[in-house]
């Protein structure tokens, strides 16, 4: 092995909450306080870090936290165009490259959001009983690309991610039989996942299929407790070369493998619902990434042990266990009702710290986080013998992933 393969040694994170929950602490302090900790959790200082890099457009800007946290020097400084949370594990990707090549010794890769304290696409904040500015329109260029680039659906009410993602599960579910009662099943094992992480929003909320299935439906087939939490945190972990990570605090976890990228023509994908071929409208338009990845880490599915799987909606979840070669193109329903994901007795168990549906939305990056604690044995649900995990970022946008190995 090189002794510059990149590998995890350290994670951090501020405490999560609810929406608006948060305090008076402002999100860009919030990644001051997880970059700190994720760099004194791996034995190292600030004097040792030279790269910082984000992703989904931080607020935080690389070079203004590098003043604030005192670095003798950035080296690198980078965030990654993949759109929202699909940007997480890419984010860890490209700061395991600045690593391998010397671009950067020790880089922190870091997301803060505070939904609470700025504007959430898709939550209203216009007043329809205002009057009309008479003045004729201008042309000018949206602060979002991804906010033009759905223009053409939102006369049809696709205003929120919810919905958006609500489609292709529908379709999965008229193609193959998909139930409720087999999403709800996810839900409530995350769930149950969270009831041991003291970390976890929703930890002390135990939930039943019951539960599910009583609560209300925000956009068919996505009831409330398919969606993600709405969350204000931050977290972090560091990169850095095999060579360093030796002497260091804690037990270093390989990166043995990142792809990032889309299909031909997929744009935003499903939430602009613009050129998805057919074949991949019913997916989380992952699988050719899924087999770039498996064919560079030298693993497959079955070499598993554990499953960090983003889940800004359930069925998005069922959608990438398809697209990842878990299970066929069909059976994600059937998986996941088999119990394959719980975290005693499941082939998979999956989202072990609770995932974004109950411990916090934090663009999945907080997903790593538990992969990197699950291969040091500091998962509160851990699985025995873990050494190999899978971290995805979104599905049904363009994407990323990772494969963690123990050491």
Avoid at 11 to 25: C, F, L, N
Avoid at 30 to 47: K, P, T
Avoid at 97 to 111: D, K, L, N
Avoid at 143 to 170: E, N, Q
């Amino acid at each position: 092995m090189s002794a510059r393969k990149a590998h995890i040694v350290g994670v951090g994170e501020s405490a999560y909450a609810r929406w608006g929950r948060i305090g008076d602490v402002t999100e860009h302090a919030l990644a001051c306080q997880s970059i700190l900790r994720a760099v004194e959790d791996a034995g190292l200082s600030m004097d040792d870090v030279d790269g910082l890099a984000s992703f989904a457009e931080d607020r935080n800007e690389a070079v203004f936290l590098a003043a604030e946290l005192g670095l003798p020097r950035l080296r690198f400084g980078n965030m990654v165009w993949t759109p929202g949370g699909g940007g997480g594990c890419a984010a860890v990707s490209n700061a395991a490259m600045a690593v391998e090549t010397g671009q950067a010794e020790v880089v922190v890769v870091y997301r803060s959001l505070c939904q609470g304290q700025f504007f959430r696409f898709g939550t209203g904040g216009i007043d329809a009983s205002a009057p009309v500015d008479p003045a004729p329109p201008t042309v000018s260029q949206t602060d979002s690309m991804m906010i033009s680039s759905v223009g053409t659906v939102m006369p049809y009410g696709l205003l929120m991610a919810a919905a958006a993602y609500a489609l292709p599960t529908r379709r999965h579910m008229h193609l193959y039989g998909t139930t409720n009662e087999q999403l709800g099943s996810i839900a409530v094992t995350f769930r149950e996942h969270a009831s041991r992480n003291p970390r976890a929003v929703m930890g002390d909320r135990p939930m039943t299929i019951d539960d599910y299935l009583a609560s209300p439906m925000i956009a068919d087939p996505h009831r409330l407790f398919d969606c993600c939490l709405e969350s204000d945190g931050a977290c972090a972990v560091v990169v850095t070369t095999a060579e360093r990570a030796r002497d260091l605090a804690k037990r270093p976890v390989e990166i043995l493998a990142s792809e990032q990228g889309a299909p031909k023509g997929y744009a935003f994908g499903h939430f602009t619902n613009a050129n998805i071929p057919d074949d991949l409208y019913a997916t989380g338009g992952t699988e050719e990434m899924a087999n770039r990845l498996w064919a560079k880490a030298g693993v497959g599915p079955a070499d598993v042990d554990v499953a960090q799987i983003y889940d800004h909606f359930s069925g998005c979840v069922l959608l990438q266990l398809e697209d990842f070669g878990f299970c066929k193109r069909g059976e994600g329903g059937p998986f996941i009702e088999s119990g394959a994901l719980a975290w005693k007795g499941g082939s998979l168990p999956t989202n072990t710290h609770g995932g974004s549906l109950s411990e916090a939305y934090i663009h999945g990056l907080n997903h790593v986080v538990e992969g990197v604690r699950s291969l040091r044995d500091e998962s509160t649900s851990p699985v025995d013998g873990a050494e190999v995990c899978l971290v995805t970022s979104a599905a049904c946008v363009p994407s990323s992933a990772l494969v963690l190995g123990r050491k």
